[in-house]
């Protein structure tokens, strides 16, 4: 099942300007996870951030999480051309075994024009 | 280097048959995840492997089986019961249970012909 939904589904912006991503999920989690897929691409591990924090950087990328809302926000500043991709949210639950696993939201699709 | 090797990168399957994708780490990760895409879609969970010679079903492991022999493969079989084969599938792992990220390989497309 998917945990999370993206919005929105596609976005479009010129080089410079900023990008923000949300995702929405269901369930309680243990950290919520951005990736980058370029197309056809495996996926690439961008930041996470832990349920008990409200806010992350990591270069230009600005995450933040409100789990009272049970939502996230991916934010890309002053974007270039090689941010075109696309940009998954993905959340961890830790049940009651050891087994842990990520859920996968639907995705945004971001193109970066010059 | 250390990383995921997924292969073939490209597979057609026949209707009926039986086709083998292939997954090896060299991260000495002990988890591996095996998870499927549908164009313009997220991903969903196949089947994932805490340890060797252990692993569990997905939210769709209808139609496919694994086997974890070795800690660093973990080959994901479609069967000819998974009656929509169709699609992108990724191979991923990370360092442990709590993982804190997955590496991902770079995938396998695979097309029913």
């Known amino acids: 099942s998917q945990q999370g939904e993206e919005d929105p589904q596609a976005l479009s912006i010129q080089e410079g300007e900023n990008a923000t991503m949300n995702c929405s999920y269901k369930?309680?989690?243990?950290?919520l996870q951005w990736y980058r897929q370029n197309s056809g691409r495996g996926l690439v591990h961008l930041i996470l951030i832990r349920s008990n924090e409200r806010e992350k950087h990591s270069g230009r990328l600005r995450v933040t999480l409100d789990t009272s809302k049970k939502s996230s926000s991916l934010l890309i500043t002053a974007s270039r051309a090689a941010d075109t991709a696309s940009y998954f949210c993905?959340?961890?639950?830790f049940g009651t075994g050891t087994a842990s696993k990520l859920t996968f939201g639907t995705g945004t699709r971001l193109q970066v024009t010059l | 280097d250390g990383g995921i090797t997924q292969s073939p990168k490209y597979l057609f399957r026949k209707e009926g048959q039986n086709v083998t994708l292939s997954c090896e780490q060299n991260?000495?990760?002990?988890?591996m995840y095996w998870y499927r895409q549908d164009p313009g879609q997220g991903l969903r969970l196949i089947y994932y492997?805490?340890?060797?010679?252990?692993?569990q079903k997905g939210d769709i492991a209808e139609g496919y089986s694994v086997s974890r022999e070795k800690k660093e493969s973990f080959p994901l079989t479609v069967t000819s019961a998974q009656k929509n084969p169709t699609a992108f599938y990724l191979c991923a792992s990370a360092e442990g249970p709590r993982n804190y990220g997955y590496t991902f390989g770079s995938g396998t497309r695979l097309t029913v012909v």
């Open positions: 492997s805490q340890i060797v010679n252990d692993f």
């Open positions: 369930t309680s989690i243990n950290n």
């Open positions: 991260l000495n990760h002990d988890a």
């Open positions: 993905a959340t961890a639950e």
